[in-house]
């Protein structure tokens, strides 16, 4: 039988970490790559449909699919539901605080003393 040193086994192990540490890395390098590639496929997906959108509402493109007309309407209604929210936040962000208001209104009161 043959006796495997101390020195031998640590060396083995050092060896099986450093082969998991750079397989791991080597993965890890390739998700970061198919992110990449993913995140630039979906902003890809959005922009032809952008252009799809824009196409059939300038007449150039007739798509009669249901379901490509049920995601228009879909994306359609988005838009104005988002325009909502964005004029409501506006009105918000705008609009005078009950501390200016009040201000406002002592100014207004004693204005009225002269």
């Given amino acids: 039988m043959k006796k495997v040193s101390l020195i031998d086994r640590m060396l083995q192990s050092w060896r099986d970490c450093r082969e998991g540490v750079s397989k791991t890395t080597q993965i890890g390098k390739k998700m970061i790559s198919a992110s990449k590639t993913s995140s630039s496929m979906h902003l890809s997906y959005e922009k032809l449909g952008k252009l799809a959108i824009k196409a059939i509402d300038d007449s150039k493109l007739e798509w009669n699919d249901p379901k490509a007309i049920d995601l228009i ?42």
């Fill in 73 to 114: 309407t879909y994306i359609k209604q988005c838009e104005i539901e988002l325009e909502t929210v964005e004029q409501e936040m506006n009105r918000i962000r705008f609009s005078p605080s009950p501390i200016e208001i009040k201000k406002i209104r002592e100014f207004s009161d004693r204005q009225d003393f002269f």
